[in-house]
């Protein structure tokens, strides 16, 4: 499985996937280019981002997973391949 996982994605990205996933919704704000630092997670479908309504003195964002981006994380802490193959394929 973690074979699988690098060749999809590189240690940062699945880094990141579990950082989110252990965030709560909204808990965490991102500027513009703290974004970008998600950028191969929200290409893949596994995350998204939204502007929050605070925009003094610059726009602040949301990161936060996908339900894919959710499925793909809980299937791969919990070792389970069938569960990781179902995640990747949806």
Do not use: C, H
């Not at 074979?3 to 500027?31: H, M, P, T, W, Y």
């Amino acid at each position: 499985m973690l074979v699988a996982l690098n060749e999809a994605f590189d240690k940062s990205a699945i880094d990141k996937l579990i950082f989110l996933n252990g965030l709560a919704r909204q808990s965490l704000s991102f500027s513009g280019d703290g974004v970008l630092q998600f950028s191969k997670l929200i290409a893949s479908g596994l995350a998204e981002f939204q502007p929050l309504t605070i925009k003094f003195p610059n726009p602040f964002y949301e990161v936060f997973l996908t339900d894919k981006g959710r499925l793909l994380v809980e299937a791969w802490l919990s070792g389970q391949k069938d569960k990781l193959e179902k995640a990747m394929s949806s």
